[in-house]
Protein backbone atom coordinates (compact mmCIF):
# COMPACT_ATOMS: atom_id res chain seq x y z
CA UNK A 1 0.00 0.00 0.00
CA UNK A 2 2.50 2.50 1.14
CA UNK A 3 4.91 1.96 -2.60
CA UNK A 4 0.85 3.62 -3.32
CA UNK A 5 1.58 6.37 -2.30
CA UNK A 6 3.75 9.38 -3.45
CA UNK A 7 6.74 9.92 -0.30
CA UNK A 8 5.81 13.69 -0.94
CA UNK A 9 1.78 12.89 0.35
CA UNK A 10 3.90 10.67 3.40
CA UNK A 11 3.36 11.60 7.07
CA UNK A 12 5.03 10.04 10.02
CA UNK A 13 3.62 9.33 13.41
CA UNK A 14 3.40 6.31 16.02
CA UNK A 15 0.38 4.09 17.19
CA UNK A 16 1.65 5.16 20.63
CA UNK A 17 1.34 3.62 22.97
CA UNK A 18 0.24 0.18 20.63
CA UNK A 19 1.74 -1.06 17.67
CA UNK A 20 5.61 -0.99 18.53
CA UNK A 21 7.74 -2.16 15.40
CA UNK A 22 8.64 -5.70 15.02
CA UNK A 23 12.02 -5.27 16.99
CA UNK A 24 10.18 -3.57 19.63
CA UNK A 25 7.33 -6.08 20.44
CA UNK A 26 6.09 -5.93 23.28
CA UNK A 27 6.95 -2.76 24.67
CA UNK A 28 5.04 0.70 24.76
CA UNK A 29 4.82 2.50 21.41
CA UNK A 30 7.15 5.49 21.23
CA UNK A 31 8.04 8.64 18.69
CA UNK A 32 11.89 7.55 18.74
CA UNK A 33 10.86 4.23 17.65
CA UNK A 34 10.02 5.84 13.80
CA UNK A 35 13.68 5.74 13.00
CA UNK A 36 12.75 2.02 13.15
CA UNK A 37 10.08 2.09 10.51
CA UNK A 38 12.13 4.74 8.53
CA UNK A 39 14.47 1.58 7.71
CA UNK A 40 11.80 -0.07 6.10
CA UNK A 41 10.09 2.92 4.74
CA UNK A 42 13.33 3.72 2.92
CA UNK A 43 13.68 0.23 1.77
CA UNK A 44 10.13 0.36 0.42
CA UNK A 45 11.07 3.79 -1.48
CA UNK A 46 14.46 3.11 -2.99
CA UNK A 47 15.82 6.24 -0.63
CA UNK A 48 18.10 6.88 2.16
CA UNK A 49 16.61 7.06 5.77
CA UNK A 50 18.15 10.56 5.94
CA UNK A 51 15.75 10.91 2.49
CA UNK A 52 12.84 10.02 3.80
CA UNK A 53 13.30 12.01 7.28
CA UNK A 54 13.58 15.10 5.49
CA UNK A 55 11.10 14.87 2.94
CA UNK A 56 8.37 13.83 5.82
CA UNK A 57 9.74 16.56 7.86
CA UNK A 58 9.01 18.94 4.86
CA UNK A 59 6.02 17.58 4.59
CA UNK A 60 4.80 17.91 7.91
CA UNK A 61 6.15 21.83 8.33
CA UNK A 62 4.28 22.38 5.02
CA UNK A 63 0.70 20.37 6.08
CA UNK A 64 0.39 22.34 9.22
CA UNK A 65 2.36 25.61 8.28
CA UNK A 66 4.57 24.80 11.42
CA UNK A 67 7.62 27.23 10.39
CA UNK A 68 8.18 29.88 7.51
CA UNK A 69 10.10 27.71 4.88
CA UNK A 70 13.16 28.99 2.89
CA UNK A 71 12.20 31.09 -0.31
CA UNK A 72 15.39 30.29 -2.27
CA UNK A 73 15.74 27.39 -4.27
CA UNK A 74 18.53 24.83 -3.14
CA UNK A 75 21.74 25.24 -5.39
CA UNK A 76 23.03 21.61 -4.30
CA UNK A 77 21.22 19.12 -2.95
CA UNK A 78 21.65 15.29 -2.34
CA UNK A 79 19.38 12.25 -2.88
CA UNK A 80 20.21 9.02 -1.89
CA UNK A 81 23.80 8.85 -2.40
CA UNK A 82 24.01 11.59 -5.55
CA UNK A 83 24.60 15.33 -5.12
CA UNK A 84 22.54 16.54 -7.57
CA UNK A 85 23.78 20.69 -8.79
CA UNK A 86 20.49 22.99 -9.70
CA UNK A 87 21.83 25.22 -11.95
CA UNK A 88 18.59 26.22 -13.78
CA UNK A 89 14.71 26.22 -13.83
CA UNK A 90 14.24 27.08 -17.19
CA UNK A 91 13.49 24.65 -20.20
CA UNK A 92 12.99 24.36 -23.64
CA UNK A 93 10.47 22.50 -23.32
CA UNK A 94 6.76 22.02 -21.81
CA UNK A 95 6.27 18.65 -21.14
CA UNK A 96 2.60 18.52 -19.72
CA UNK A 97 3.41 16.09 -17.44
CA UNK A 98 6.24 18.36 -15.42
CA UNK A 99 6.71 18.27 -11.97
CA UNK A 100 7.78 22.20 -12.08
CA UNK A 101 4.23 22.91 -13.17
CA UNK A 102 2.87 21.60 -10.00
CA UNK A 103 5.27 21.88 -7.21
CA UNK A 104 8.47 23.71 -6.17
CA UNK A 105 9.95 20.52 -4.65
CA UNK A 106 11.87 17.20 -4.99
CA UNK A 107 12.30 14.86 -2.38
CA UNK A 108 12.18 17.35 0.50
CA UNK A 109 13.96 20.07 -1.10
CA UNK A 110 12.65 23.66 -2.63
CA UNK A 111 14.10 23.88 -6.36
CA UNK A 112 12.47 26.89 -7.55
CA UNK A 113 15.37 29.34 -8.07
CA UNK A 114 15.63 32.94 -7.27
CA UNK A 115 17.94 33.48 -9.55
CA UNK A 116 20.59 31.31 -11.22
CA UNK A 117 23.74 30.78 -9.27
CA UNK A 118 27.06 31.16 -10.78
CA UNK A 119 29.66 29.01 -11.49
CA UNK A 120 32.15 30.45 -8.38
CA UNK A 121 28.49 29.90 -5.93
CA UNK A 122 28.03 26.20 -7.11
CA UNK A 123 31.88 25.40 -6.40
CA UNK A 124 31.52 27.34 -3.02
CA UNK A 125 28.83 25.12 -2.07
CA UNK A 126 30.53 21.89 -3.00
CA UNK A 127 31.59 20.34 0.12
CA UNK A 128 35.32 19.27 0.16
CA UNK A 129 34.44 15.75 1.59
CA UNK A 130 32.02 15.25 -1.38
CA UNK A 131 33.90 12.22 -2.42
CA UNK A 132 33.35 10.71 0.76
CA UNK A 133 29.67 11.29 1.04
CA UNK A 134 28.91 11.00 -2.87
CA UNK A 135 29.37 8.33 -5.42
CA UNK A 136 28.21 10.96 -7.82
CA UNK A 137 27.65 14.58 -8.71
CA UNK A 138 24.53 15.05 -10.86
CA UNK A 139 24.16 18.36 -13.52
CA UNK A 140 20.30 18.29 -13.48
CA UNK A 141 18.49 21.97 -12.95
CA UNK A 142 14.86 21.72 -12.19
CA UNK A 143 14.92 22.58 -15.86
CA UNK A 144 17.19 21.73 -18.90
CA UNK A 145 21.04 22.20 -17.58
CA UNK A 146 22.71 22.43 -20.93
CA UNK A 147 20.94 25.71 -21.45
CA UNK A 148 24.00 26.99 -19.48
CA UNK A 149 26.57 24.83 -20.76
CA UNK A 150 29.72 26.99 -19.70
CA UNK A 151 28.39 26.48 -16.10
CA UNK A 152 28.60 22.55 -16.88
CA UNK A 153 31.95 22.95 -18.14
CA UNK A 154 33.37 24.85 -15.60
CA UNK A 155 32.32 23.24 -12.64
CA UNK A 156 32.68 19.63 -14.21
CA UNK A 157 36.13 20.68 -14.97
CA UNK A 158 36.84 21.97 -11.30
CA UNK A 159 35.09 18.35 -9.88
CA UNK A 160 37.17 16.28 -12.24
CA UNK A 161 40.42 18.19 -11.24
CA UNK A 162 40.10 18.23 -7.56
CA UNK A 163 37.93 15.35 -6.83
CA UNK A 164 38.13 13.21 -9.70
CA UNK A 165 34.80 12.21 -9.19
CA UNK A 166 31.34 10.61 -11.14
CA UNK A 167 29.58 13.38 -13.10
CA UNK A 168 26.07 12.90 -14.54
CA UNK A 169 24.58 14.81 -17.03
CA UNK A 170 20.24 14.45 -16.95
CA UNK A 171 19.21 16.20 -19.88
CA UNK A 172 16.58 16.55 -22.71
CA UNK A 173 18.80 16.10 -25.24
CA UNK A 174 18.45 19.74 -26.54
CA UNK A 175 22.14 20.56 -26.20
CA UNK A 176 22.80 20.75 -29.71
CA UNK A 177 19.75 22.55 -30.75
CA UNK A 178 20.75 25.03 -28.53
CA UNK A 179 24.15 26.00 -28.83
CA UNK A 180 23.80 25.19 -32.90
CA UNK A 181 26.82 22.98 -32.53
CA UNK A 182 27.45 19.15 -31.61
CA UNK A 183 28.63 19.70 -27.97
CA UNK A 184 29.55 16.27 -26.95
CA UNK A 185 33.02 17.00 -27.64
CA UNK A 186 33.03 19.57 -25.36
CA UNK A 187 32.19 17.40 -22.27
CA UNK A 188 34.50 14.58 -23.40
CA UNK A 189 36.59 14.29 -20.07
CA UNK A 190 34.16 15.93 -17.77
CA UNK A 191 30.76 13.97 -18.00
CA UNK A 192 30.88 10.31 -17.40
CA UNK A 193 27.28 9.23 -17.46
CA UNK A 194 24.25 11.04 -19.78
CA UNK A 195 20.83 10.35 -19.53
CA UNK A 196 18.47 11.53 -21.83
CA UNK A 197 15.01 11.68 -21.36
CA UNK A 198 12.94 10.48 -24.65
CA UNK A 199 9.28 10.78 -24.10
CA UNK A 200 7.91 10.03 -27.35
CA UNK A 201 9.13 7.17 -30.24
CA UNK A 202 7.95 9.68 -33.14
CA UNK A 203 8.17 13.36 -34.09
CA UNK A 204 4.62 13.95 -33.93
CA UNK A 205 3.90 12.36 -30.63
CA UNK A 206 7.10 14.27 -28.89
CA UNK A 207 6.08 17.79 -30.16
CA UNK A 208 2.78 16.90 -27.99
CA UNK A 209 3.95 15.59 -25.54
CA UNK A 210 6.80 17.78 -24.57
CA UNK A 211 5.82 20.66 -26.57
CA UNK A 212 9.61 21.70 -27.25
CA UNK A 213 10.38 25.09 -28.46
CA UNK A 214 12.16 23.90 -31.58
CA UNK A 215 9.45 22.57 -32.99
CA UNK A 216 8.73 19.11 -34.87
CA UNK A 217 12.53 18.55 -36.01
CA UNK A 218 13.43 17.96 -32.49
CA UNK A 219 13.02 14.53 -31.81
CA UNK A 220 15.47 13.70 -34.90
CA UNK A 221 17.64 16.01 -33.09
CA UNK A 222 17.52 14.51 -29.96
CA UNK A 223 18.01 11.64 -31.67
CA UNK A 224 21.03 12.96 -33.08
CA UNK A 225 22.32 14.13 -29.71
CA UNK A 226 22.03 10.92 -28.72
CA UNK A 227 24.29 9.05 -31.16
CA UNK A 228 26.77 12.00 -30.99
CA UNK A 229 26.95 11.38 -26.86
CA UNK A 230 27.49 8.07 -28.02
CA UNK A 231 30.49 8.78 -29.75
CA UNK A 232 32.21 10.85 -27.15
CA UNK A 233 30.91 10.06 -23.75
CA UNK A 234 31.44 6.52 -21.53
CA UNK A 235 28.23 5.72 -21.11
CA UNK A 236 24.72 7.08 -22.78
CA UNK A 237 20.87 5.86 -21.58
CA UNK A 238 17.93 6.50 -22.37
CA UNK A 239 15.12 7.37 -20.00
CA UNK A 240 11.04 7.59 -20.30
CA UNK A 241 8.44 8.67 -17.68
CA UNK A 242 6.22 5.90 -17.97
CA UNK A 243 2.90 7.68 -18.04
CA UNK A 244 -0.56 5.68 -18.28
CA UNK A 245 -1.17 4.04 -21.65
CA UNK A 246 2.68 4.15 -22.10
CA UNK A 247 5.01 1.15 -22.26
CA UNK A 248 8.65 1.00 -22.35
CA UNK A 249 8.55 -1.69 -24.86
CA UNK A 250 9.17 0.86 -27.82
CA UNK A 251 11.74 2.80 -25.59
CA UNK A 252 13.76 -0.45 -25.19
CA UNK A 253 13.72 -1.11 -28.55
CA UNK A 254 14.72 2.26 -29.55
CA UNK A 255 17.90 2.32 -26.71
CA UNK A 256 18.70 -0.98 -28.32
CA UNK A 257 18.93 -0.06 -32.31
CA UNK A 258 21.25 3.02 -30.76
CA UNK A 259 23.04 0.68 -28.87
CA UNK A 260 22.67 2.00 -25.23
CA UNK A 261 20.86 1.50 -22.02
CA UNK A 262 17.18 2.48 -21.23
CA UNK A 263 15.38 3.21 -18.11
CA UNK A 264 12.18 3.31 -17.15
CA UNK A 265 10.53 6.44 -14.72
CA UNK A 266 7.62 6.33 -13.04
CA UNK A 267 5.14 8.56 -13.50
CA UNK A 268 4.93 11.70 -11.28
CA UNK A 269 8.01 10.35 -9.31
CA UNK A 270 11.04 12.74 -9.48
CA UNK A 271 14.49 12.61 -8.36
S1 LIG B 1 12.36 18.41 -20.22
FE1 LIG B 1 12.23 17.96 -18.03
S2 LIG B 1 12.34 19.98 -17.02
FE2 LIG B 1 11.88 20.35 -19.18
S3 LIG B 1 9.63 20.51 -19.27
FE3 LIG B 1 10.18 18.37 -19.71
S4 LIG B 1 10.10 17.32 -17.72
FE4 LIG B 1 10.18 19.53 -17.31
Given at each position: ????????????????????????????????????????????????????????????????????????????????????L??????????????????????????????????E?????????V?????E?????YG?????????????????KK??????????????L???R???????????????S???D????????C?P??G???????????K?????????????????????????????????????R??????
Amino acid sequence: MLKQIAVESLLLETDCPFLAPQTKRGQRNEPSFLSYCMEEFSKIYGLSKEDISRITNLNALRLFGLKELPANGEIAYPIRSSLYLNVTNRCTSQCFFCVTHFTDYVKGHNLRLKQEPTTEEIIRIIPADVTTRYKEVVFCGYGEPTLRLDVIKAVAGHLKKKYNIHIRLTTNGHGNLIHQRNICPELKGLVDTVSVSLNADNPKDYEKTCRPQFGEITFDKVIEFIKDAKQDLPYVQITTVLRPGVSGEKYEGIARELGIDFRARIYNEVG
